[in-house]
Each structure stands twice: as C-alpha cells, then as structure tokens.
C-alpha cells in the first residue's frame, strides 16, 4: 500500500510554497504519496496519513498555543516532522539563550519580559523583534540616536501585548555579505543559500505572512560549515534530540563584529528549504522524510 504524507500549511497558502511541487514531485518518484493539508482545517482527518511534515505553517506565531495544542494530537495518531517536543522549544526563540549559554556563538541579545522597560542601546544601529514570530513580522532595525522614540513604542507595545521582547545589536556585514542559511536533511547538510539584508532601518510595519527575500546559491566556508555542525551537535547533546531526528533544519548564520560566523537562528519548525536554488535537494528531502516513515525495529522508536 502507498504511504500517505501529509505536508502540512497554512491557509494563506494551500498550494504550499514556491518549492511544494518540487517536494511534491521527489515524494512521488520515492513511492510516497504527498498532499498538502492545511493545519488549521478542522476536516482533515490526520490520523490517516502515515507522516505529517511540517511545511508553510506561517501563521502559527498568531496562535502558537492553538499550533502545540496541534502538534501534540497529530503526534498522538501518525509521525510528526519535526517532533512536537521540537517545535515547542523552536517556535520560541530564547532557545537562543540557552544556545549562548552552552557556549555557541549566538548574535549578543537583550531579553525583555513584560513589566520590564526598554533601554535605548548606547550607540549603533540595532534591531528590535519578538521573540514568537515568523518571516520578519514585528522586527525593525533601527539608527541609535535617530528612531530611539519610535523603538520604544514598538518595544513597549510587544511587552504590552504579553510578548518577550529581544533587542539585538544590527551587524553591518550583513549589508555586504548577507546571510548564510545551511540546510540539513535528517542531520546531514545538503545545499546552502545567500540571503540579501532583509531590513532597512525603521521600515514600514509588515502587511504580509513574510517579508520577499533575495536568495542565491552560497558555496559556505568551512567557518561557516564547522559552526553549523557544532549547532546541530550541541543542541543534540543538550536536548537529546539525536541530529537524524531532525527531518529537517536550518542553520542560519551571520558575521560576527570580527567575521566569525554568528547564528542568528536555528530553524527547526517551518523553515523554506529554497528547493529551487537548489533542485537535487528535493530528493534530499524526500529521502530524509522516505527515513521517516520507514519501518522501525524493535526498541527504535
């Protein structure tokens, strides 16, 4: 009988993302048959799918409780990727602090919980976002000295609304070198893209799921690589969370103030995987989820 692989999405999107019919079409020539299914859609019946893939879910930061709640019955009924357990601790990004704090090299951040008040940064362009979001909604970057008054409204009106705020210091290189995003499929890296400077200081609020993106193929460094690998490694070790667990991730990475690279993100919920800059990686992908559903032996799972 053909499996069933449900990829699951949000409304917005019920065809999936620029890359869903690459992803579609590598699961059918593996044997697997993949549909999309919309997260939120009270009908679809999940328990009838031999493996539920978290795919274009890009409205759970709205409602992030209703997402777990989610996650955590279709893990009850079918397999889930990435794992419930996985997407509770990644959708909240002080994950990053205990990523600092086991020693990664991790963009230097200022936590905010409501009750607390925003401090303007001494000096320098900074950014300010919080820290349940999705495709760079709620974030701005902003001139010290020049937009401080309007920071703080936005600061103060995410701790307002109940949100934990971060503040971070805006690292000029990514001007020039952009962004370094390393894509790994069940553990193992496949394909890497250049991500252009997404923010310009104090931008229009954002009216959309995500802001565009300009993406190119990266060749990363071995830097890069080597950071990216003690990433996955040391979240293995302190969660126990073996890295082939991973159906998939993302190991973004930016340079540091002395070039080193600098994770700014780890995406382990509902990251793009930029298919299309890279098509082989479809049946990476494929792979990696055909390991999925493939039959366990006793004691595995």
Partial sequence: MTQRIAL???????????????????????GLHAEPAVWTDEG???SSYDAVVVRSTWDYFYRRDEFLQWADRVAEVTRLANSADVLRWNTDKTYLRELAEAGLPVVETTWLHP???????????????????????DTNRYVGGTHDAIAAEHASRL?????VVMVQPYLDQVDSAGETALLFFAGKFSHAIRKAALLTPAMAELDAAYRPETISVRQPSA??????????DTVAALRRWPREQFTYARVDLVPGPDSTPTLIELELAEPSM??????????????AITDLVAPQSPGTE
Avoid: C, I, M
């Fill in 8 to 30: 699951a999405t949000a409304a917005e999107f019920p065809d999936l993302d620029e890359d869903g019919s690459l992803l579609l079409g590598a699961l059918s020539r593996v």
């Fill in 223 to 232: 830097a890069e690589r080597d950071t990216a690998e003690q990433v996955l």
């Fill in 274 to 287: 930029f298919l299309v800059h890279d098509p082989p990686a479809a049946d990476r992908f494929a792979a």
């Fill in 159 to 163: 701790l307002t609304e109940g949100r």
């Fill in 44 to 46: 679809v019946g999940w």
């Fill in 115 to 137: 009750g607390d008040e925003f401090a303007v940064p001494v000096d320098g362009e900074y950014v300010v976002k919080p820290a349940v979001s999705a495709g760079s909604n």
